[in-house]
């Protein structure tokens, strides 16, 4: 995995609401390449491991549940800058205060639905692609 690849998912609310074909069009719009995908329905231990970082955080219990609740779309996306240039893509966590035309202004409903995860460094891009693909399903 180089400092071009990056981990995305589409969380269950913009995946139930039918966004993920938007969202993946806004993506590749911004020159992103989708290199793997899959539709799949988190386990709570899936998810408790997946944001293990978030333990201690007063919204953990209510992150889990929410990304446990219905189906999610994990993709490793490719584009030069690929791990800063999806959190300019998607904008700030919370859709209040992301700005204009990013993923999350436009799809987002709140600071915890919001919509889509982007890694927020190559190695948390390596080891959480890893997480959700083998690297024979990575393209
Ligand atoms: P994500 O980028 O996937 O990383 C951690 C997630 O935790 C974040 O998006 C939100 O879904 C959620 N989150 C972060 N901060 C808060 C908060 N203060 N309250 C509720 N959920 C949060």
């Known amino acids: 995995m180089s400092g071009n690849r990056t981990l995305t998912i589409v969380k269950p609310d913009a995946f139930g609401a039918g ?3 938007k969202i993946i069009a806004h993506l590749e719009t911004a020159g992103f ?9 988190l386990s709570t231990a899936q998810a408790q491991e997946f944001y293990g ?9 209510s992150l889990v549940s929410f990304m446990t609740s219905g189906s999610c779309m994990p993709l490793v996306l490719e584009r030069a800058d690929a791990v800063a ?4 893509v998607i904008g700030a966590t919370d859709p209040a205060e992301a700005a204009a035309g990013t993923v999350r202004k436009l ?12 890694s927020d460094s ?8 890893r997480f959700f693909f083998a690297e024979s399903e990575i393209l």
Do not use: C
Request: avoid cysteine; glycine fraction near 4%.
């Open 53 to 61: 970082v978030h333990r201690e955080r007063p919204f953990f219990g």
């Open 122 to 129: 190559d190695e948390n891009a390596s080891r959480e692609s």
């Open 85 to 88: 240039e999806l959190r300019t």
């Open 107 to 118: 799809y987002a409903e709140s600071k915890e639905r919001n919509a889509i995860h982007a």
């Open 19 to 21: 966004k993920a074909g």
């Open 33 to 41: 390449r989708v290199v793997a995908a899959r539709v799949m329905q």
